[in-house]
């Protein structure tokens, strides 16, 4: 391993530890005296980034987990038993899963890569990939508080998701049905090695050592996005944007830009585009709460570590279609 190589990955490692202290032992003072040295400008992207990484750092770990559960636990033969043969079949299955599967945009990433290398159907992958940060309980419970004077708006969330999940997911059969989108990674090498329980290994040792590639592997390019999207959150309030509110159009058009930039939690940016209700149309707030969790800037380079830039380029443009279409559609209907 080289010099370079080695110092970068030792800063990355650093700085997630010193992010994982503020998040168990931080307090609004450290903060403070940490951004001592930087400007006003300075301080306010550093705290937006904070305030993005804390938020979402349970749910990266929670994902690189439950991808070594999977890695460790799973079999491809209990896989391809679970998965219908029949494409249909296969996507109706891959909503059920994104229901009961509590992970926001981020953490599902590395899930979804495992299962396709598990022998999951790539389409069926791209269902979950979509639905899981919408569709599960919990996003639910916060879109209901949120939205409760306005159930439309409630509904119409998780109608335009399920249908855009449905369209892209058949689109992805056809057009990379049979072709290999997933990068290999280091720690796809390292599972070759099996465990040897004789020799003082354990499964569980096993999952421990895969779940801290898989989040640093995961987490070094959401760091990257994160703090994009913190100076996106700091310039981007108040903008001239909002002007084109008035226009369904380009008021959706708008939303889904900001949901994008801002990178908000699934789970919490119900809240933020409730705040938004007042001045942009239900359709363009539809498009702000269905596309964010599936595509936003943090996300996009997570999905670069772990696909081809052909597939990603190919999946950021059909989403970013099908959302704008189906909130401007389903948005005339029901509001």
């Known amino acids: 391993m080289s010099i370079p190589t080695s110092l970068k990955d030792l800063l990355i490692f650093s700085l997630f530890m010193m992010m994982v202290y503020l998040f168990f032992f931080g ?25 993005i990484f804390l938020e979402a750092l349970p749910f990266l770990l929670l994902g690189a987990f439950a991808s070594s559960i999977i890695n460790v636990f ?5 896989i391809a038993k679970l998965i219908p043969k029949n494409p249909v079949a296969g996507i109706l299955m891959g909503l059920v899963a994104a229901v009961i599967t509590p992970v926001c945009e981020c953490a599902i990433i590395p899930v979804v890569r495992r299962l396709i290398q598990k022998g999951v159907p790539l389409h069926v992958g791209v269902v979950l990939l979509m639905g899981a940060p919408i569709l599960n309980f919990i996003v639910f419970g916060s879109t209901f ?62 999952i421990l050592h895969h779940t801290c590639h898989e989040f640093f592997t995961v987490g070094k390019f959401f760091m990257i996005g994160a703090l994009f999207a913190s100076v996106a959150q700091l ?22 830009g900001l ?18 209700s007042k001045i942009f149309s239900s359709h363009a707030i539809l498009g702000f709460l269905v596309f964010g969790p599936i595509l936003d800037f943090k996300n996009t380079f997570v999905m670069l570590a772990s696909f081809k830039i052909k597939f990603v380029a190919f999946f950021i443009m059909l989403v970013t279609i099908v959302v704008f279409a189906l909130s401007i559609i389903v948005g005339n209907f029901l509001i």
């Open 27 to 51: 307090d609004e003072a450290l903060i403070q005296t940490i951004g001592i040295a930087l400007s006003s400008d300075g301080k306010a992207v550093f705290i937006l980034f904070l305030g």
């Open 74 to 78: 799973v079999s491809e033969k209990a």
């Open 235 to 256: 310039y981007l309030q108040g903008s001239a944007f909002v002007q084109t509110a008035e226009n369904t159009f380009q008021g959706t058009a708008v939303m889904m």
């Open 259 to 276: 949901a994008y930039l801002l990178s908000l939690c699934s789970e919490a940016d119900a809240f933020v585009a409730a705040s938004f």
């Open 145 to 206: 508080f949120a939205f409760q004077n306005h159930p439309a708006i409630i509904y119409g969330r998780f109608i335009v998701c399920i249908l855009a999940a449905i369209i892209v997911s058949a689109f992805i059969y056809l057009f990379f049905g049979k072709d290999r989108v997933l990068k290999t990674q280091r720690e796809d090498l390292m599972n070759g090695v099996q465990v040897n329980v004789n020799k003082g290994d354990s499964k569980w040792k096993g």
